[in-house]
């Protein structure tokens, strides 16, 4: 079992910044990628940005040059610098890891985190 807790979300106003955090914990075996995504409602969800294993990082055209993601590995725990934030930005922010776990070393399974809600004011 893997668990996704993520933390930071909150109200700021345009031009502002916030940091999220997620923390992976449990069987976690081996991290493939670990990724940050949004969703409106009434929207899909889609992906803001993603670390892989080796530390490479892709962004959304739309957040690049203003989120940064980064990644402690010792802690299991990405983060999210949101700098320079929209009323577009608002949204709740979910994480997920792609990893195998200790039961299942061949298969690379997907978690979520249960989201945290960013808004930003105009």
């Known amino acids: 079992q893997v668990q996704v807790v993520e933390s930071g979300g909150g109200l700021v106003q345009a031009g502002g910044s916030l940091r999220l955090s997620c923390a992976a914990s449990g069987s976690i075996f081996s991290i493939v990628v670990m990724g940050w995504y949004r969703q409106v409602p009434g929207k899909e969800r889609e992906l803001v940005a993603r670390i892989l294993s080796g530390g490479r990082t892709n962004y959304a055209d739309s957040v690049k040059g203003r989120f940064t993601m980064s990644r402690d590995n010792a802690k299991n725990t990405v983060y999210l610098q949101m700098n320079r934030l929209e009323p577009e930005d608002t949204a709740v922010y979910y994480c997920?890891?792609?990893?195998?776990?200790?039961?299942?070393?061949?298969?690379?399974?997907?978690?979520w985190g249960q989201g945290t809600q960013v808004t930003v004011s105009s």
């Open positions: 997920a890891i792609d990893c195998t776990t200790s039961q299942a070393l061949a298969n690379v399974y997907r978690y």
